[in-house]
């Protein structure tokens, strides 16, 4: 083998069809700052290129714009129609076109020449779904899959079932974050390809985050303080939080909720706040650090209707704040110690008990909050996993 060959770095394309707030592209990016950049060359096709998170792409990673064929990918209908953006909504229709008749195997091709120059050792979709049948027809040599979500709850690849399976039948590996979403992507789907490594933890940026207090809010170290860092999507379910944060109030048992993120329902939860007199809750905005008020708050709750591997509870966990979290996939892969938090039924009832329970004893939070000073999170072992597969 020649000096050159010994030193040729493997040539990696990642995929997703935009950087918007949310634990996908973090999870990319925290991977993607993990790698190598003496081993790997690695390249980034933003598909539809936009979201807040493009910025902390980490230096050494080619950015690729997607064309404007894609421009659409990550829109939902209901809401391009809702809008109005007639721009949006003829991109999205003449992509729906394309998959409903499968001439987007063909179109794929045609667009992968006018952005893609090389050829990759290996392609990974980082989103399952539309990104999937995009890597599985491409020419990279090795084709993987990266699952983030739990398909027994919601199936994001409904509407084209046929199409997904085909182009998973060209897939070399499908990787999942939890052992529950692998199970369920297997059953779903019909494969046996598919192997569980949980995400990455960018621990060093939750540890500068915790120190920058300038960016914590105004939080009372005398009252029982809860926090959740959210997207106002209904698959997060922050209504429920509201809700089960009132009940607790009007069991007797004062705290203050804070709500750190943005999103579509944000005007909705807003009025909700309104319309039920939630004078203890506080919307702080999108932060790009809350670590330092996760870490001055006593529990962090998480209500989700469903997840992949959450990795805002291990965050809480380095941050050193408990977790209350619904039983959706990943958690009981999470929170594997009793000081670590609380697991509660994935419904309203459960989750107004769950912080019921949780808030009636303010010593015992603080307790677990000690514990977690110790608190470790493996990622030699992960990124050891990544490395093999790539």
């Not at 027809?137 to 919601?154: E, I």
């Not at 399976?165 to 598919?194: P, W």
Request: charged share 25%; with cysteine; hydrophobic share 40%.
């Amino acid at each position: 083998m020649t000096d050159q060959n010994k030193h040729k770095k493997r040539k990696i394309l990642f995929v997703n069809d935009e950087m918007e707030m949310g634990g996908v592209a973090r999870v990319l990016n925290t991977l993607m700052k993990n790698l190598d950049q003496e081993v790997y060359q690695i390249d980034l096709l933003v598909l539809h290129k936009t979201g807040t998170l493009l910025q902390d792409v980490p230096d050494g990673v080619h950015i690729i714009e997607g064309t404007p064929f894609f421009n659409a990918v990550d829109s939902p209908l209901k809401e391009l129609l809702k809008k109005r953006d007639l721009s949006h909504l003829f991109s999205k229709l003449r992509l729906l076109l394309y998959m409903k008749t499968g001439l987007i195997r063909k179109k794929i091709l045609k667009e992968r020449k006018k952005m893609l120059s090389e050829t990759y050792d290996v392609e990974m979709a980082a989103k399952e779904g539309f990104c999937t049948i995009f890597t599985a027809y491409g020419n990279s040599q090795r084709k993987v899959n990266w699952v983030l979500t739990d398909y027994s709850v919601c199936n994001y690849s409904a509407n084209h079932m046929r199409l997904v399976k085909s182009a998973l039948q060209r897939i070399d590996l499908n990787i999942a974050d939890s052992a529950e979403a692998t199970e369920a992507y297997k059953k779903v789907f019909g494969i046996k390809n598919v192997m569980t490594i949980h995400n990455l933890m960018n621990t060093e940026k939750v540890e500068k985050g915790m120190e920058m207090m300038d960016d914590l809010a105004d939080i009372d170290p005398t009252q029982i303080n809860i926090i959740s860092v959210i997207r106002f999507h209904p698959q997060k379910a922050a209504d429920r939080l509201l809700l089960a944060h009132q009940y607790v109030i009007n069991q007797g048992i004062d705290h203050e909720l804070y709500l750190i993120g943005g999103g579509e329902q944000e005007e909705m939860l807003l009025k909700m706040q309104k319309e039920l007199k939630l004078t203890h809750v506080h919307f702080l905005g999108f932060k790009t650090n809350p670590y330092a008020d996760i870490r001055a708050c006593d529990l962090f709750v998480l209500p989700s209707l469903y997840e992949g591997f959450a990795t805002v509870i291990n965050e809480s966990f380095i941050a050193g704040t408990p977790v209350l979290s619904t039983e959706v996939a990943g958690v009981h892969e999470q929170i594997t110690a009793p000081h670590y938090g609380w697991i509660v039924e994935n419904s309203q009832e459960g989750l107004n008990q769950g912080l019921l329970k949780a808030l009636n004893s303010k010593e015992e939070l603080q307790k677990m909050k000690q514990q977690l000073q110790e608190y470790h999170y493996p990622n030699d072992e992960i990124i050891r996993k990544f490395t093999e597969v790539l």
